[in-house]
């Protein structure tokens, strides 16, 4: 969903209240300045998804209110002053205390993976589990807090614009083995190949290892149904020939009792017809 011309501090997805939930989607927000591309407030649920805004101080997700859950997200900004992750106690309203938590999540800005922004009144805090920013990391301003295990190394992505995963990524079977995982990632591919699973949108398959090349002039070995086929053949064959064989004895048994009763002529003195003298 390509969504331009977002206005400032305007999301092109906001999930507010703790029964939305939002899975697979990939959401890109351009503007001149402060397009969000994503929200997340009330509780809300956003998982298994690629966030990208660009535009001078772009947000990829940002909380509001009492905040909510990220799970396997991919959250990229660009732009001057953009950021991944952005969690600000201006959006809080009423909620005492607005928490995100991040779970084997992906963050970027140009300015900050994740920014976190409290004040004298509200308390912001991000809890992070197996979730990454890097090259830039986070700012914590005062009430602001980023617990967990945030972590820097850099994933391996196909392109700029294209978060698949590339192998040897760091991500790949290092996110958090935490409940609610989805059956399915962004691509609608099983979410868990290899243990655990990835961290962001996309999980990594690797590719089918190759056909090994067959030697030139190898012969084809003989799969053991053909073998079996043929020696059920010999084996028939060399019943019946004995089968014959015997029923030829049988015969010439016979043959011979009628000839010593009388039915049957007697051989003795049969001799060849002589052949005419040359
Ligand atoms: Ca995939």
């Given at each position: 969903m390509d969504i331009?011309?977002?206005?400032?501090?305007?999301?092109?997805?906001?999930?507010?209240?703790?029964?939305?939930?939002?899975?697979?989607?990939e959401v890109f927000a351009a503007g001149a300045s402060g397009p969000f591309?994503?929200?997340?407030?009330?509780?809300?649920?956003?998982s298994d998804s690629v966030l990208r805004a660009s535009g001078d101080f772009a947000v990829a997700?940002?909380?509001?209110?009492s905040g909510g859950t990220l799970r396997n997200v991919t959250a990229i900004a660009s732009g001057s002053d953009s950021t991944g992750l952005f969690t600000n106690a201006v959006y809080q309203g009423a909620a005492p205390v607005q928490t995100i938590t991040a779970q084997s999540s992906i963050f970027r800005g140009d300015n900050y993976g994740i920014d976190v922004q409290g004040d004298g009144s509200h308390t912001v805090s991000v809890e992070t589990d197996h979730s990454i920013t890097w090259d830039l990391n986070w700012a914590i301003l005062p009430d602001a807090t980023i617990s967990g295990d945030p972590q820097t190394p850099t994933p391996l992505f196909v392109s700029g614009t294209d978060f698949h995963q590339l192998a040897g990524s760091p991500t790949v079977n290092a996110g958090a083995a935490v409940a609610g995982l989805s059956a399915t990632d962004l691509d609608g591919q099983a979410r868990t190949v290899g243990s655990p699973s990835d961290i962001g949108a996309d999980e990594y398959v690797p590719p089918d290892p190759p056909a090994a090349p067959q030697q030139p002039g190898a012969k084809k070995k003989k799969g053991k149904k053909g073998k079996k086929r043929k020696g059920k053949a010999s084996a028939k064959k060399k019943c019946k020939k004995r089968k014959g064989k015997k029923r030829q004895q049988r015969r010439k048994g016979k043959k011979r009792q009628q000839r010593r009763s009388g039915l049957l002529p007697s051989l003795r003195g049969c001799s060849r017809p002589s052949s005419p003298a040359r």
């Open positions: 331009p011309g977002v206005q400032p501090a305007s999301c092109a997805l906001n999930l507010f209240s703790p029964t939305s939930k939002a899975e697979r989607v591309a994503a929200r997340v407030t009330g509780g809300a649920i956003l997700v940002a909380s509001a209110g």
